[in-house]
């Protein structure tokens, strides 16, 4: 697999973990909805960035 297409697929990862660092402080403050929805999104990030690693990391 070229490094680029992997690099290009794990964008999303760096992004949402900046966007959930942002976002830590406001969850315990946010309505009950809004903070599920960003406790979902980050636990999706995470997820996404560990299937990159699972990935990305026998073939390093």
Do not use: E, H, N
């Not at 900046?18 to 599920?36: C, E, K, Q, Y």
């Not at 999104?41 to 073939?59: G, I, R, S």
């Amino acid at each position: 697999m070229a490094t680029w297409i992997l690099a290009a697929a794990s964008l999303p990862g760096p992004y949402g973990i900046v966007r959930g660092i942002t976002l830590w402080p406001d969850l315990p403050a946010l309505p009950r909805r809004r903070a599920w929805l960003g406790w979902t999104q980050m636990a999706l990030t995470f997820a996404f960035v560990a299937v990159c690693l699972v990935v990305a990391w026998p073939k390093a």
